[in-house]
T-cell receptor, first 114, second 117 residues
Framework: EDQVTQSPEALRLQEGESSSLNCSYT??????LFWYRQDPGKGPEFLFT???AGEEKEKERLKATLTKKESFLHITAPKPEDSATYLCAVQAANYGGSQGNLIFGKGTKLSVKP | GAVVSQHPSRVICKSGTSVKIECRSLDFQATTMFWYRQFPKQSLMLMAT?????????EQGVEKDKFLINHASLTLSTLTVTSAHPEDSSFYICSAMGAGTSLGTQYFGPGTRLTVL
């Protein structure tokens, strides 16, 4: 069964304290892995798309990496405004539903204290 | 780029009335749009997928007669909650994917908070 697991469920950091969020997945064939940020009461904001193992993408303090089994979202020197829930989702190549369907993890709630 | 809007952002209605939510892709053509529902502290639950000009595909357990979806153009999809009841109160979010954007990537709207009294 296709599955996405994110860890930890919640993470508290001090401002400037770097860390990583994990997204492990089991899918029959990976078409793409996506990272989103969601603030309370808002829709998910797109961060990164990764397509193949070894791929890395960066944006400001965030860096996403991908292996054949998992993805990491590295946060370098976080600031309080980075506080949000970070969602990981995968698109399976052999998913029986409609094309483009995403399988979401439950998210990691990040809190960054000043 | 790749901006998706939703209207209204929040709506309160009486039980038994119908509510329409609009989802628009502002700067790209959305060949496929998705509608999600999100309960507090839970992840997104896909309700249906729609391609422009064709009937929506509903996920198992989603009543197609209750949640009417229309994808009439490449930039607009609507979700109508018919005869709404308190249990339909939720956060509804649309997403879109299409030409000129990152392959396979869904871009989400800001969401609509529906409260049925």
């Amino acid at each position: 069964e296709d599955q996405v697991t994110q860890s930890p469920e919640a993470l508290r950091l001090q401002e400037g304290e770097s860390s990583s969020l994990n997204c492990s997945y089991t899918v029959s064939g990976l078409r793409g892995l996506f990272w989103y940020r969601q603030d309370p009461g808002k829709g998910p904001e797109f961060l990164f798309t990764l397509y193949s193992a070894g791929e890395e993408k960066e944006k400001e303090r965030l860096k996403a990496t991908l292996t054949k089994k998992e993805s990491f979202l590295h946060i370098t020197a976080p600031k309080p405004e980075d506080s949000a829930t970070y969602l990981c989702a995968v698109q399976a190549a052999n998913y029986g539903g409609s094309q483009g369907n995403l399988i979401f993890g439950k998210g990691t709630k990040l809190s960054v204290k000043p | 780029g790749a901006v998706v809007s939703q209207h209204p952002s929040r709506v309160i209605c009486k039980s038994g009335t119908s509510v329409k939510i609009e989802c628009r892709s502002l700067d790209f053509q959305a060949t496929t749009m998705f509608w999600y529902r999100q309960f507090p502290k839970q992840s997104l639950m896909l309700m249906a997928t729609s391609n422009e000009g064709s009937k929506a595909t509903y996920e198992q357990g989603v009543e197609k007669d209750k949640f009417l979806i229309n994808h009439a153009s490449l930039t607009l999809s609507t979700l109508t909650v018919t005869s709404a009841h308190p249990e339909d109160s939720s956060f509804y979010i649309c997403s879109a994917m299409g030409a000129g954007t990152s392959l396979g990537t869904q871009y989400f709207g800001p969401g609509t908070r529906l409260t049925v009294l």
